[in-house]
């Protein structure tokens, strides 16, 4: 059994780093481990101009420790009527490396987003004729469907349409948490990939309700059945290029966190590559994790994978109850990988 695990540089192709002080508080947690994020842009007001984009890429530059080498990519918000020059101009400059589309009310801060995916059409025409990546949040926000079917009712009502009305649309369908999604993309062409959250491969939909009510263990989407989790966890081991990581790392204060009516969003930021390192190791897939984490991500982007390497070694390591006065995914437990 190895101890000693090098692989090249992990990037994170899905996280949110806030702004402000919070920005300030998570943007290391990133950077020790992954050169690279693909940072979304539901902050108050979205980032829906390449402007915004730009200064907001420089606000996550200035509060990242100078010592870690790491790049924010940086994704337009999609609205119902977002101008088709605004992203296509923001993807020829490299300031948009993807634009992400949030059905409307579907998760934190997406009341802006898009309403109905006809009215943005000729946007992903655009996008699909320059070659720019769709990132969808794969939920229908219908009242009168189950919070747990809400993903596996967007594949079918929506995503599957989508993927026939624009066939050479480059789509991540994120953050996946069920068998439905595995299976899709599993059958669909390079075109679509995901990602897929540590959290989602770690907990069932139990650990929100173990003893009493966990809001640490809520997001969006919900994880769901254990037969989901055992989906997701063959799909990210199995070193299929359509799967990759993307942590959906997303703070919240803990006055956000324990109250009536708590966000969703689970901070996995400080210990995301051991936890996948753990997930890999249960599965006796450890020679597929740089494939997950480090070159398919890059590979869909049409971005070179990292020239550096890091490396982790089977040591067991407690995860604090707080980091930085936020509850880390894993709090209090031991996680039997740390980096080195
Ligand atoms: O759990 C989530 N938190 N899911 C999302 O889609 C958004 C995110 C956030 O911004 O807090
Ligand atoms: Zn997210």
Not at 266 to 291: G, M, R
Request: aromatic share 8%; hydrophobic share 40%; proline share 6%.
């Amino acid at each position: 059994m190895a101890d000693q695990l090098t692989i090249t540089s992990p990037d994170d192709w899905h996280v949110h780093l806030r702004d402000e002080q919070m920005l300030e508080r998570v943007v290391a947690d990133t950077a020790r481990a992954f050169r690279r994020a693909i940072v979304m842009p539901n902050l108050r007001p979205p980032v829906t101009t390449v402007a915004a984009a730009r200064a907001y890429r420089e606000r996550i530059q200035a509060a990242c420790p100078a010592e870690l080498d790491f790049t924010p990519l940086m994704t337009a918000y999609l609205t119902d009527d977002i101008p088709c020059e605004e992203i296509e101009s923001g993807f020829r400059e490299g300031v948009f490396t993807a634009a992400k589309l949030y059905p409307a009310n579907a998760t934190t801060n997406s009341a802006a987003g898009v309403t109905d995916l006809l009215r943005i059409d000729s946007v992903l025409d655009c996008m699909a004729r320059i070659g720019m990546p769709l990132l969808i949040h794969g939920e229908v926000t219908d009242a009168d469907v189950d919070v747990f079917d809400r993903e596996a009712t967007f594949i079918e009502r929506h995503l599957k349409p989508l993927t026939l009305r624009h066939p050479d649309l480059r789509i991540v369908f994120e953050h996946i948490t069920t068998e439905q999604a595995v299976d899709f993309v599993g059958s669909a062409d390079q075109n679509l990939a995901a990602t897929i959250t540590p959290h989602h491969l770690h907990i069932n939909r139990n650990a929100m309700f173990a003893g009493g009510l966990r809001s640490d263990f809520y997001c969006l989407p919900v994880a769901k059945r254990e037969r989901h989790r055992l989906a997701l966890r063959k799909a990210a081991t199995s070193g299929d290029a359509r799967f990759f990581l993307g942590t959906d790392s997303a703070p919240h204060e803990r006055s956000g966190k324990e109250t009536s009516c708590g966000c969703a969003g689970i901070f996995n930021a400080p210990h995301a590559l051991e936890s996948y390192a753990q997930v890999f190791d249960e599965e006796n897939a450890l020679d597929c994790l740089e494939a997950f984490a480090s070159r398919n991500g890059p590979a869909f982007y049409r971005l070179p994978v990292n020239s550096d390497c890091i490396t982790l070694k089977r040591r067991d390591q407690l995860v604090p109850e707080l980091v930085d006065g936020l509850v880390p995914f894993h709090a209090g437990q031991i996680l039997s990988w740390t980096i080195v």
